[in-house]
Nanobody
Framework: HVQLVESGGASVQAGGSLRLSCSASGVARFCMAWFRQSPGKAREGVAAIAGDGRTDYADSVKGRFTISRDGAKNIIALQMHSLKPEDTATYYC??????????????????WSQGTQVTVS
């Protein structure tokens, strides 16, 4: 009964900020991540947070985006600053990564949110 409920997508002006949240229930593993996908592009790993709190980011968002976790409620958030038009995409949170690869490999995740649209103009 795993469910990832995501919210926070919106249309914002370039240079603005936005916060996405994902509430995960029934997730077996601690590692969670944010991905995004825009038309004509592959799904891209944006940020990940491990069970020990370690985080990692795609180079394209490093210094602008921050991933965080509320352990008690099993919620992850993606705080986005200095948004650019190229950040426009459908954003997904993912959970329950399998062993045998890297966090930015989307195929390693068992569960996904419904996606939320972020548009920067």
């Amino acid at each position: 009964h795993v469910q990832l409920v995501e919210s926070g997508g919106a249309s914002v002006q370039a240079g603005g900020s936005l916060r996405l949240s994902c509430s995960a229930s029934g997730v077996a593993r601690f590692c969670m991540a944010w991905f995004r996908q825009s038309p004509g592009k592959a799904r891209e790993g944006v940020a990940a947070i491990a069970g020990d709190g370690r985080t990692d980011y795609a180079d394209s968002v490093k210094g602008r985006f921050t991933i965080s976790r509320d352990g008690a409620k099993n919620i992850i958030a993606l705080q986005m600053h200095s948004l650019k038009p190229e950040d426009t995409a459908t954003y997904y949170c993912a959970a329950d990564i399998r062993d045998g690869g890297r966090w930015w490999w989307a195929q390693l995740y068992n569960y996904w949110s419904q996606g939320t649209q972020v548009t920067v103009s």
